[in-house]
């Protein structure tokens, strides 16, 4: 698994999309480690101290048009996201 090293999180590249676009949807899970994804869950949750799910927008609800990757990035930016932290 690869992850962005520039992050605090472990983000994994398979967000390259999302970070992309601007635009995490429901289901995305980001842990405060990347043992999360590394250990078996039972090994894992020892050491995940926060996560964060996004619960809306709903997956692959988006109309923007993905020709023009600036503008869906700003669109995206200012649109509201609900999670659980």
């Not at 039972?42 to 926060?50: D, S």
């Not at 990035?73 to 659980?84: D, G, H, K, Q």
């Amino acid at each position: 698994m690869n992850f962005f090293p520039e992050f605090k999180w472990a983000v994994l590249h398979a967000f390259s999309n999302a970070l992309g676009a601007c635009r995490f949807e429901q289901g995305d899970v980001l842990y405060d480690t990347e043992l999360a994804y590394k250990e078996t869950w039972a090994e894992a949750e020892k050491h995940v101290r926060y996560s964060i799910q996004v619960k809306s927008p709903m997956r692959g609800s988006s109309s923007e048009n993905s020709t023009n990757l600036e503008s869906n990035f700003t669109a995206n930016w200012s649109s509201r996201v609900v999670f659980e932290f």
